[in-house]
């Protein structure tokens, strides 16, 4: 094999090593970051909660008991029953599951949608940008949960539902986020080097500037994962979220809040619960930001 054949080759074997050695330090920087573990440990508990909970829950947390209505806690039932003689603590397990399917999807699909039209519009620039940026400008201007609430009155309430109009709540502003790093990358002399071979627009967006705003794009995503717990809560908890008989936090606190006096802990597990969700994902966020921005 001749040496011009080699010489790509190690070129991209030398920037594979390189990839694996940032990651490398990256992990460890964020296992050393105490605010990243705390958020982690938190977050993966919810998590394994969400898809081990049948396992965990000592009760059908749909079963109805007419019997055992709005209890307190005992061994039998460790956080009470609800108006209905539901467990509580098996609701508050259970619930976990629609709010980790909800907001990681609807996170995603604001993140892609949000990435496409944050790297055109600060790729081409010019009349593209000016476009793209009014039309930002002037979905950011409404109150989300406003928007949300109007779309999902006139769509039929389902989780798809929810997942898309949350999800599409989330693009402008992640491709404000995006539009920013990709300005700063436009001006790198490797993206100048691509565009001088000959390389289409979408090759050097999608193959040379994306790899390198991965960062800001995580960032963005885990608080974005925040706001999508707390959304998707809101909009359970006024009615146009998920429907009854759903454990969904939200709508747990919605509809148990007149037993706050009987049974405090119908309104408390759940809410308690969606706290240390939504404050483990911001810990994580500000991890993260802290060791990419050092």
Known sequence: MSAVGIQPEAADAARRAAGRERARQLAVALLRSPTFVVGAVVLTFWVADALAWRLLAPHDPLAVDAVAVLQGTSGRHLLGTDDLGRDVFSRVLAGATPVLTVAPLATLLGLAGGTIVGLVSG???????????????????????VIALLALTVLRSS????????????????????????????????????????????????????????????????????????????????????????????????????????????????????????????????????????
């Open 123 to 145: 790729y081409y620039r010019g009349l593209v940008d000016d476009v793209l940026s009014r039309v930002v400008d002037a979905l950011l201007a409404f109150p989300a949960v």
């Open 159 to 294: 989780r798809p539902t929810v997942i898309l109009v949350i999800g599409l709540l989330f693009v402008p502003i992640v491709s404000r986020t995006v539009r920013g790093a990709v300005l700063v990358e436009r001006q790198r002399e490797y993206v100048a080097s691509a565009r001088a071979a000959g390389d289409s627009g979408p090759y050097v967006m999608f193959a040379e500037i994306l790899p390198n705003i991965t960062g800001p794009i995580a960032v963005e995503g885990t608080v974005r994962l925040g706001y999508a717990i707390f959304t998707a809560a809101t909009l359970s908890f006024l009615g146009v979220g998920l429907q009854i008989p759903s454990p969904d936090w939200g709508l747990t606190v919605a509809v148990e809040r007149a037993n706050l006096n009987s049974n405090a802990w119908v309104v408390l597990g759940p809410a308690v619960a969606l706290a240390t969700l939504v404050v483990a994902v911001n810990l994580v966020a500000d991890g993260l930001r802290q060791v990419l921005e050092e």
